[in-house]
């Protein structure tokens, strides 16, 4: 160790020997391991020395100072601190080299990350990324072999293996496990798991890629010729590094052209639905008639129709199906299709009949979804100015006689999905002038204002009350309107539909 600073400072040491020699020794000289490394003017002399002075460093003897002609104890003092000083020389040699190693080893790191980074801007796909980290790293740390795992649900598993089938999948897999449950590398080269892999394989190191706060991929490096150094590991950490960045990236383009795709598909069925509901109002002798629907989300689970077919009553329905989103408007289109498939086709349509042959069709299909429909069916009967209807759990539904107050109508029967028979039976009010008829759904009644507070059914029948002398679509206005002064921009919470009938004279 002392060879290094007496090559790199000789001419400092042969100034040291001038002066020795001026102060009247005969020799001047360096050894290490018992041989001469330097000596002024021969190494004969210093055989038999007078002064001898270990160099240390690290508490350890890397060498010794001897002199020849002088043994007094000024001249033991001097070499003593000269001594000390090629020690505290050797100490700062030691510090530049790991400093120059270290930059060094930096350099290449960065440069690695840099020529990564140009090549994966080509890699679109999370298979095209693997393949080039794998081959960057294997060409960077110098391996003959290698492999890269990728496992992100609800993705298909990915690894990708060079050379190809060089080693079992199983013991991969095995590998990838062990690293997410230590959360750290791991390096094998001997073992049972490092024999099912390969026969062929000397060394293994494996780098879990941590993605999004999880390791869900990885890099395995094989047969490093020597075994892998520190500098190595460091350098495949920041190539896996600038990988699980790009891989990241992916992930979130990916998963935004899923949700631009799920949007569209979205706001297809949104026109689609919107198409199935009645496109204008029927104009029926005798009635006043408003209705809309507000979905809470893009599309929902609630639906109002009108059936008219020429010599049949007029009929008209309103349903709401548990949940929301695609699943319920799935099931809503089922069962308005239904309702008014036997409502058009029956040879004596009654609310009562269309009821209970539309459970009967659509009662194994809410069955195997667990789901279930309230459903409202009414027909018109304008000879003698009354309304028949049929009412399978839906609410509210409240009736308002020119001179009296309004009150709800309960159901007589669950709802289309419970029960495979059902219980509904026709009913019966009149709808003369000034009467008024409302089919809702609990979208109104239970919304919700700011401080978690319902509707409620109350002051629904109030609204009613106060506005049962206007049109059927000035009632529906200010009902919507209440809704949405009582929430104060609190977000929709269920789909909202509104059937207003009103009797007028003839």
Known sequence: MVVNPLTSQRAHFATLAKG????????????????PVAYWPDARSLER?????????????????????????????????EAQMVSHLIQLEEELHSMTAELVDSQD???????????????????????????????????????????????????????????????????????QEREREISLSSGSLMESYSTGADNLCFIPIRIRGSFIA?????????????????????????????????????????QRKVQSELELARRVQLRLLPQYVP?????????????????????????????????????????????????MTMTRAAIHSKASYMPDPTPELVMRHSNAELFDDYLQVGMFSTAFIGQYEPHNRRLKYANAGHSPVIYCPAAGLPRLLGADSPPIGVLKASMCQNHTISLNEGDVFIVATDGFNEARGPDEEMFGYERLLNLVAISSEMT??????????????????RPQ?????????KGVAV
């Not at 020795?20 to 041989?35: E, I, N, P, Q, T």
């Not at 081959?135 to 993705?155: D, H, Q, S, W």
């Not at 059927?472 to 921009?489: M, T």
Request: aromatic letters at 8%; proline letters at 5%.
């Open 20 to 35: 020795w020699l001026a102060s009247g020794a005969s020799a001047f000289g360096v050894w290490s391991d018992g041989l």
């Open 472 to 489: 059927a679509r000035a009632i529906s206005e200010i009902i919507f309107a209440a809704v949405d002064a009582f929430s104060l921009g």
């Open 493 to 501: 919470d269920d789909d909202q539909t509104l059937v207003v009938i």
């Open 49 to 81: 020395p007078s002064l001898v002075v270990p160099i240390c460093h690290e508490q350890r003897v890397v060498g010794e100072f001897r002199v020849s002609g002088l043994s007094d104890a000024p001249a033991q003092e001097r070499l003593t601190a």
């Open 283 to 331: 104009n029926v002798a005798g009635l006043d008639i408003a209705a809309h629907s507000r979905p809470a989300r893009q599309i929902g689970g609630d639906f109002y129709d009108f059936i008219a077919q020429p010599q049949r009553p007029w009929m008209f329905a309103v349903g709401d199906v548990s949940g929301k989103a695609l699943s319920a408007a799935l099931l």
């Open 109 to 179: 790191r960065l440069l690695a990350v840099y020529q990564l980074a140009r090549s994966l801007r080509h890699y679109t796909t999370i298979d095209d990324t693997l393949r080039g980290l794998l081959f960057e790293a294997m060409r960077l740390v110098k391996t003959r072999a290698g492999f890269a795992i990728f496992e992100c649900a609800p993705r298909e598993p990915i690894v990708v293996q060079y050379p190809a089938q060089f080693g079992n999948e199983g013991a991969i897999w095995e590998i990838f496990r062990q690293a």
């Open 218 to 258: 990885g890099l395995g490096l094989l047969n490093k010729p020597g075994g892998f150094s520190t500098p190595d590991v460091k350098l495949a950490r920041a190539i896996i590094d600038q990988a699980g960045a790009h891989i990241e990236q992916i992930l979130l383009h990916q998963e935004t052209l899923e």
